[in-house]
């Protein structure tokens, strides 16, 4: 599997709003964006996420990115060894 291809299935298969609530953040709907308290500046409500985009960005920090940044930031882990992260977690989903 080529990483292009992970990447798109990492894209239709994890939500990025749901990863943020996994790592506890308190993501809430406000008006049209998603918004909790930032895990980099833990500004409160400053962290935005498009969750159709997967994408996110802190309006306090200017932290932004998609799940694999968003991931590979809160784990301290490579662009690789995240893609290698998010590809066991939709396996073990799939097992
Ligand atoms: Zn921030």
Known sequence: MTTDVK?????????????AR???LD????GYRMV???PFCHKQNAFS????QHLFYC??????GDTIDFVGRMEKKNF???IDTLMAKIQVEDA
């Open 7 to 19: 990447l798109d299935l990492i894209n239709k298969r994890i939500s990025l709003a749901e990863t």
């Open 22 to 24: 996994e790592y506890g």
């Open 27 to 30: 993501v809430h709907r406000e």
């Open 36 to 38: 909790c308290r930032c």
């Open 49 to 52: 996420i498009n969750d159709e």
């Open 59 to 64: 309006f306090a920090c200017k932290a932004s």
């Open 80 to 82: 690789g060894d995240t």
